[in-house]
């Protein structure tokens, strides 16, 4: 009894990864200090961010034989820095088990919804290259 109520209950939980159907990104910004410090993070250029509506737009380039076996997540620190407007700081963690020398180039975006602050916008520092992007909503 006990085991089925807990199936119920944990069948309605929602993952914080998962990305809403309805959004046009391809995966969810995740928020974590210890995963901003500790995830991997595989030589990435960054060759282009821009935001289009709550999605953030990465074309990035890396080494490897295609690309296929990457993964990229956009890892937010959970600190907000009080300034006008605030600042958050987010970086890519590029996970390349990719072994080959072509250079390759993709792109992805990131459901960004879940870093707004207070007030209409935020600014999101992309420490791995040091660029920055204002996010209004």
């Given at each position: 009894m006990f085991l089925s109520l807990?199936?119920?209950v944990c069948s309605a939980c929602?993952?914080?990864?998962?990305?809403?159907p309805t959004s046009d990104c391809d995966a969810l910004a995740i928020i974590s200090s210890t995963d901003y410090l500790d995830a991997p993070i595989d030589q990435v250029t960054i060759n282009s961010a821009v935001i289009n509506g709550n999605c953030l737009q990465f074309n990035?380039?890396?080494s490897g034989?295609?690309?296929d076996d990457w993964e990229l997540t956009l890892i937010d620190s959970d600190a907000i820095m009080e300034s006008s407007?605030?600042?958050r700081n987010v970086r890519l963690s590029l996970t390349?088990?990719?072994l080959c020398?072509?250079?390759i180039t993709k792109e992805m975006s990131f459901d960004i919804s879940n870093l707004q602050v207070d007030g209409n916008a935020v600014y999101l520092n992309i420490t791995n290259n040091d660029v920055q992007v204002l996010y209004e909503y």
């Open positions: 807990l199936l119920a929602e993952d914080p990864t998962v990305v809403d990035f380039s890396a034989c295609s690309g407007p605030p600042q390349n088990p990719e020398e072509a250079y």
